[in-house]
T-cell receptor, first 113, second 115 residues
Framework: AQTVTQSQPEMSVQEAETVTLSCTYD???????LFWYKQPPSRQMILVIR??????QNATENRFSVNFQKAAKSFSLKISDSQLGDAAMYFC??????????FGAGTILRVKS | DGGITQSPKYLFRKEGQNVTLSCEQN?????MYWYRQDPGQGLRLIYY???????QKGDIAEGYSVSREKKESFPLTVTSAQKNPTAFYLC??????????????FGDGTRLSIL
């Protein structure tokens, strides 16, 4: 079974600075999708960014970008110009066949003003 | 506005009681999912349904049951067989199931506690 590992339980960043959240996964598949979801204190899950494994180009969404290293099975999230509203729990997720998501344990991001 | 509605927001269960969590979507999505979230852990899949009148067990289906009689509704019943039901439950949907790899959209969740 696929597994997703987020090795950083908590991270802190100063407002306006850049932070990188780590994620590694284990799979024997060659084609798959990876996601980062954000869960603020309201507990709603919000899609941040998506990466297709067959695309070599790293996905970007405004201040959010990923560093996708397929051979290393690594999928880190970079948040640039951090804002107070970025404070949340961030989950890395792998999508396996059947559209089922496998989630990591999450990283709490704290943003300091 | 289209979206996923979960109710109630908070739910309490007595010993030996079954309770049902509601999930309704007006996004016209084919696939729906139920996840459980415990403190310090990520979401774990309980059940999923790729089409009306069909559903499959996820990783932690024991003690839970579902039905999918209508496209827009996917209720989850937490039975008395679930010995540790206290958790946050999230419902999600996606345009298609199967191999479509479409992103899932989530409801606001239901927090279930034992009295």
């Amino acid at each position: 079974a696929q597994t997703v590992t987020q090795s950083q339980p908590e991270m802190s960043v100063q407002e306006a600075e850049t932070v990188t959240l780590s994620c590694t996964y284990d799979t024997s598949e060659s084609d798959y999708y990876l996601f980062w979801y954000k869960q603020p204190p309201s507990r709603q899950m919000i899609l941040v960014i998506r990466q297709e494994a067959y695309k070599q180009q790293n996905a970007t969404e405004n201040r959010f970008s990923v560093n996708f290293q397929k051979a290393a099975k690594s999928f880190s999230l970079k948040i640039s110009d951090s804002q107070l509203g970025d404070a949340a729990m961030y989950f890395c997720a792998y999508m396996e066949y059947g559209n089922k998501l496998v989630f990591g344990a999450g990283t709490i991001l704290r943003v300091k003003s | 506005d289209g979206g996923i509605t979960q109710s109630p927001k908070y739910l309490f269960r007595k010993e030996g009681q079954n309770v049902t969590l509601s999930c309704e979507q007006n996004l016209n999505h084919d696939a729906m999912y139920w996840y459980r979230q415990d403190p310090g852990q990520g979401l774990r899949l309980i059940y999923y349904s790729q089409i009306v009148n069909d559903f499959q067990k996820g990783d932690i289906a024991e003690g839970y049951s579902v039905s999918r009689e209508k496209k827009e509704s996917f209720p989850l019943t937490v039975t008395s067989a679930q010995k540790n039901p206290t958790a946050f439950y999230l419902c999600a949907s996606s345009i298609e199931g199967g191999a479509s790899n479409q992103p899932q959209h989530f409801g606001d969740g239901t927090r279930l506690s034992i009295l």
